[in-house]
């Protein structure tokens, strides 16, 4: 069983998918200002430069509402989601690594309560 291909967004974009977008953006800020992961950091800024161009795009369709921005847009669309699908591949990856540093840490916390003084 196939799952249907989603429908592209309405342009200019609804209220709601530009919320969720900037609501995205401005999340991608403070993770940029908060981590040092090199790999983490490079991705998320690609990601901002993606949601800010599309944004971006956006505010050029509602002004001028032409066929080339709206194609502009669809296209911005396109690469800002895929870079956001690396970006929360990314970050499930290291959601997955604390969880197991986390299991280590329980470890070592579990060993030296039960031998402290060694």
Same mark, same amino acid.
């Given at each position: 069983?196939?799952?249907?291909?989603?429908?592209?967004?309405?342009?200019?974009?609804?209220?709601?998918?530009?919320?969720?977008y900037?609501d995205?953006? +401005?999340k =991608?800020?403070?993770?940029?200002?908060?981590t040092?992961?090199?790999?983490?950091?490079?991705?998320? =800024?690609?990601?901002q430069?993606d949601?800010?161009?599309l944004?971006?795009?956006?505010? +050029?369709?509602r002004?001028?509402a032409?066929s080339? +921005?709206f194609?502009?847009?669809?296209?911005?669309?396109?690469?800002? =989601?895929?870079?956001?699908?690396?970006?929360?591949?990314?970050v499930?990856?290291? +959601?997955?690594?604390?969880?197991?540093?986390?299991?280590?840490?329980?470890?070592?916390?579990?060993?030296?309560?039960?031998?402290?003084?060694?």
């Open positions: 069983m196939s799952t249907p291909a989603p429908l592209p967004p309405t342009l200019p974009l609804s209220a709601d998918i530009r919320a969720a900037e995205t953006y +401005a =991608n800020q403070a993770a940029i200002e908060g040092t992961d090199f790999d983490l950091l490079t991705t998320l =800024n690609a990601s430069d949601i800010g161009g944004l971006s795009a956006d505010d +050029a369709y002004i001028h032409d080339a +921005a194609q502009a847009l669809l296209t911005q669309i396109g690469t800002t =989601n895929k870079g956001l699908k690396d970006l929360k591949a990314k499930d990856k290291v +959601a997955g690594d604390v969880g197991k540093f986390a299991m280590v840490a329980g470890a070592i916390t579990k060993v030296l309560s039960m031998v402290p003084g060694i």
